[in-house]
């Protein structure tokens, strides 16, 4: 198989283009899906947020943690995507957070469970994201942690079109 025919291969030369990987960095390496995703971790690190189970709402203040949680999002995409204006609250288990973003209002409404981050959550954030003309969010598939990174539009398209990200 070519590497224009291997999409690990097109996905890894992709990162490279667009410097994700240093220029010195062997994609020959990356020789399969795990190796890739391993690969776009530790070279995205400063665009991540890592979330572990726990910590939210423990003081029963869940929608502070969330606007806590838009706001390190942003600093993620380096600014590509805003939360503005962030306002929430909580009505029993169900969590509410307002703002504005690309010169739209919008609000999501989602349930709190114990106190693990809600994947409703990280599905709009993700979803959200898609609007971005220079990248999105995509799910890192790291085991130990929730890991979600901002990456350039071209890589997402790739991971997803050959359901490696899903």
């Not at 198989?1 to 390496?29: E, L, R, W, Y």
């Not at 838009?70 to 503005?84: D, M, P, T, V, W």
């Not at 809600?118 to 220079?134: A, M, P, Q």
Request: glycine share 10%.
């Amino acid at each position: 198989m070519t590497q224009s025919q291997n999409p690990v291969a097109v996905i890894a030369s992709a990162m490279k283009t667009h410097g994700i990987v240093p220029a010195d960095f062997d994609i020959a390496s990356i020789e399969d899906e795990y190796a890739l995703m391993a690969a776009l971790r530790q070279h995205t690190k400063a665009a991540q947020v890592k979330l572990f189970d726990g910590g939210i709402g423990e003081d029963n203040d869940a929608d502070e943690d969330y606007v806590a949680l838009l706001k390190r999002f942003a600093k993620a995409c380096g600014g590509a995507i805003g939360y503005e204006g962030i306002e929430s609250g909580m009505e029993g288990d169900t969590v509410t957070l307002r703002f504005q973003s690309g010169g739209q209002e919008h609000s999501w409404s989602f349930e709190q469970d114990g106190d693990r981050v809600s994947e409703e959550f990280l599905d709009f954030i993700i979803d959200h994201s898609k609007s971005c003309t220079v990248g999105e969010f995509i799910n890192l598939l790291d085991e130990n942690s929730l890991l979600t990174g901002f990456v350039p539009k071209d890589i997402s398209r790739l991971l997803y079109e050959h359901d490696i990200v899903y």
